[in-house]
């Protein structure tokens, strides 16, 4: 049975010994690879997301806006050429279609919350020293799906929210051009890395506080606001350690890419030469299954490192006091590990 000691005090920052354990914890538990990934793909779990989104915030709402303008003249210079029956069935077509996507959406936005909170009480419940299973970790994390999604979902508003002072200040800077609209766009971009990081950082502390402590939606954000408010130098000292492990991971998973791609260009060159044709199409999807698993090995470690350090970091910061400590014993004795209001 795995056991993650308790860090003994040091003169070291709070965040080194919390990562290097984090690291351990992401090791140890390969089998959670899978449902980090999963975790991972909201990105609304940490900190790697936020400078990728205030780089790139317009990038969605045009491609978006492009498609939307593309099928409207399409969709406008065949309107007359078609007869109500066409128009009905295809009407119903779309309808079947869009339903589908939405229930396919929904079920991923599902599995992504639900693999959330089974990281989150994997982790902690391998911090007691408590061995369960995968499908135990995952029955909570289901339990728990309504206030969770709730969670992440207040997450989204607010970073959606934010980008959008991003997108007028860019606005402005486009029309004008001047060194007050510059300014104006640099200040909308720092506001939104501050804001997307706070947000970040009070969420997964919220999580933690859902899952580990069976705190309300309330006052999971209250606990996750009162922690980085007393904590924040912490925390972003560790989101930004975090950040460099991710930028870290992603020149990794290049690196190998590359090495990878340019064997398999000169063995796929030399089994045409050899006109062996089979032996070219076994190497080409053998490499891409290899890209495939790499990729999401890769993505599923570096989203449980981040996740096993915001929750030893949670139960470093967060379990002062009389209440949590009695919500976390008395959770540890029945085994009741559900949300309120879930």
Do not use: C
């Amino acid at each position: 049975m795995l056991y993650y000691p308790r860090m003994r005090p040091s003169h070291e920052p709070v965040y080194r010994p919390i990562i290097r354990e984090a690291f351990r914890v992401a090791w140890a538990e390969k089998h959670y690879w899978l449902v980090a990934a999963f975790a991972g793909l909201l990105l609304t779990g940490s900190i790697y997301d936020v400078v990728w989104k205030s780089l790139n915030v317009l990038a969605p709402q045009a491609g978006i806006i492009g498609t939307v303008a593309i099928f409207s003249s399409r969709a406008s210079a065949t309107w007359a050429e078609l007869s109500t029956a066409n128009l009905v069935i295809g009407g119903l077509q779309v309808l079947v279609m869009t339903l589908f996507g939405i229930v396919i959406g929904f079920a991923l936005l599902a599995a992504s919350v639900i693999a959330q909170s089974a990281l989150v009480f994997s982790i902690g419940m391998k911090r007691n020293g408590e061995q369960h299973r995968v499908r135990t970790a995952l029955n909570v994390g289901a339990r728990a799906l309504w206030p969770v999604l709730a969670l992440n979902l207040i997450a989204i508003a607010v970073m959606f929210a934010s980008r959008a002072v991003i997108g007028i200040a860019l606005s402005f800077l486009l029309a004008y051009g001047d060194a007050f609209a510059f300014l104006a766009y640099l200040f909308a971009f720092i506001l939104f890395t501050v804001i997307g990081g706070a947000t970040a950082i009070i969420e997964i502390l919220a999580l933690n506080a859902m899952i580990l402590q069976g705190a309300t939606l309330a006052q999971a954000i209250e606990r996750g606001v009162m922690i980085l408010k007393r904590n924040w130098v912490i925390a972003v000292e560790t989101a930004v350690f975090l950040f460099l492990i991710s930028f870290g991971a992603l020149i990794l998973f290049f690196t190998v890419g590359m090495i990878l791609t340019f064997m398999s260009v000169i063995l796929v060159f030399v089994a045409f030469a050899a006109e062996a044709t089979f032996i070219a199409s076994a190497i080409a999807v053998l490499y891409f299954l290899t890209i495939a698993a790499l990729m999401l090995a890769l993505f599923g470690f570096t989203v449980h490192v981040h996740y096993a350090s915001w929750t030893l970091l949670y139960r470093r910061l967060g379990e002062g006091g009389v209440v949590p400590k009695l919500h976390r014993m008395i959770r540890s004795w029945v085994h009741a590990y559900s949300v309120k209001g879930a």
